[in-house]
């Protein structure tokens, strides 16, 4: 890739142009000549993220959730903001930062206490089992300092049998306590199965799950969602971006930001305008850690234009030629091809979180919590009816060697 005069690439423009997008999509709120100059007290006094009903609940939810894996307590005007503009579906876990995102939520409903009403607040945990369960509930609540969440999930199942009928009879116990609101499950694999597992149960309330432009208009993703959403259930989409394992840096790529910031938002703020285009999705859980992002987020969130069909033409031609660039989580396929026991969608998800958010620490940190024994076993495994089998012929092998190299 070759500099300009000025000594800056394509690549860097294209890859630093948020603020560009962004001017551009505050400009018609503000009705100012000079968007970039927007200052967030100026887009709060005008915009707030839109809401949806939250599946048979009947709360509405903003369609942008606050993503909540970043160090919460350093941001603490950072949350102030994002109520100001109506981001009030904050999404957090027991495990995000070692503790800290939830103890950063806590230190600011100590602080103001009178906002933590306008909160829909969302924790998880791991655990599989009631005991579990209440342990890491009765934690995140205190961490939090309030004495209810309005949803709680299991989190990042792979099989809709963990929703078994102790977790059902656990979830209305903690209902009737007053504990939470509502319940039901993160998944960022087998998605579309688990959807539909979780359509034939009648206490599902809500499900997060991995969604974007490469996955929306696959037959199995539309069919499951449908599924929940007749069931009543709510959906929160996640990994919206549709970063995989294998890092791209394709010229497509680069076609398809200049073709948004031409229209003046960005590739990643049209990404986030693909999914809100399908109504069923009621809100979008997007890690958020800086004022620029959210205020990025917020600009698409409350801008009227919608993608033209030339747009998701544009889009679903980059995924195409990308295709083999992403992991699509469908881990039944890939680990049942391998005689070792190695979690390949894990591995997977944390490569995207170094590679594509730029989040090495907390991938380090995730994949560090794999058994070593299981680590040291990654670069030893025959994967190769494994990479017969995968969809997008990924180079399985390869990458969870460069997961060692990276992660370790």
């Known amino acids: 890739m070759k500099n300009d005069k000025n000594g800056i690439s394509r690549r860097t ?6 603020t560009a997008g962004l001017g551009a999509a505050l400009s018609p709120m503000l009705g100012n000549t000079d968007a970039q100059a927007a200052s967030p007290a100026q887009a709060a006094d005008v915009a707030s993220v839109p809401t949806r009903t939250f599946g048979r609940s009947g709360i509405n939810v903003p369609i942008l959730s606050l993503g909540g894996m970043f160090d919460i307590p350093s941001n603490q005007t950072l949350l102030k903001q994002a109520i100001r503009w109506g981001v009030t579906y904050w999404d957090t876990a027991h495990t995000y930062t070692g503790g800290r995102s939830e103890e950063g939520i806590g230190q600011y409903f100590s602080r103001y206490p009178e906002h933590r009403q306008k909160i829909f607040l969302v924790t998880k945990s791991t655990q599989r089992e009631p005991k579990g369960l209440s342990r890491e509930l009765e934690t995140s609540l205190k961490r939090m300092q309030t004495d209810h969440v309005d949803l709680f999930f299991v989190h990042a199942i792979r099989n809709i049998k963990v929703m078994d009928n102790a977790i059902r009879d656990w979830a209305k116990a903690q209902k009737a306590a007053g504990k939470i609101r509502l319940m039901g499950f993160s998944t960022h694999a087998n998605m579309d199965d688990c959807l539909q597992g979780a359509a034939r149960l009648d206490w599902i309330d809500g499900i997060m799950l991995t969604y974007n432009f490469r996955l929306m208009h696959e037959a199995r993703m539309i069919a499951a969602v449908k599924a929940c959403v007749d069931a009543g259930i709510g959906l929160t989409a996640m990994k919206t971006q549709g970063g995989g394992g294998v890092k791209t840096d394709s010229a497509r790529e680069l076609e398809l930001a200049g073709r948004f910031i031409q229209k003046g938002f960005t590739d990643k703020q049209a990404k986030l305008k693909a999914v809100w285009e399908n109504p069923q999705i009621s809100s979008l859980c997007s890690q958020m850690p800086t004022m620029s ?15 033209t069909e030339n747009d998701h033409r544009h889009l679903h031609r980059y995924a195409s030629e990308t295709f083999s660039c992403y992991c699509a989580g469908c881990t039944q396929i890939c680990e049942n091809a391998i005689s070792a026991k190695v979690p390949v969608g894990d591995v997977m998800r944390y490569l995207m979180y170094a ?9 380090r940190d995730y994949f560090a919590s794999i058994p070593a024994a299981v680590r040291r076993r990654l670069t030893h495994v025959d994967y190769r009816e494994a990479e017969a089998r995968c969809p997008r012929n990924l180079p399985i092998a390869q990458l969870m060697n460069e997961a060692v190299e990276e992660l370790a």
């Open 355 to 363: 590679r594509c958010y730029g989040d090495t620490h907390d991938a």
């Open 293 to 307: 992002i959210l205020m990025a987020n917020v600009a698409a969130a409350v801008d009227r234009t919608s993608l």
């Open 13 to 18: 423009f294209f890859k630093t142009a948020g």
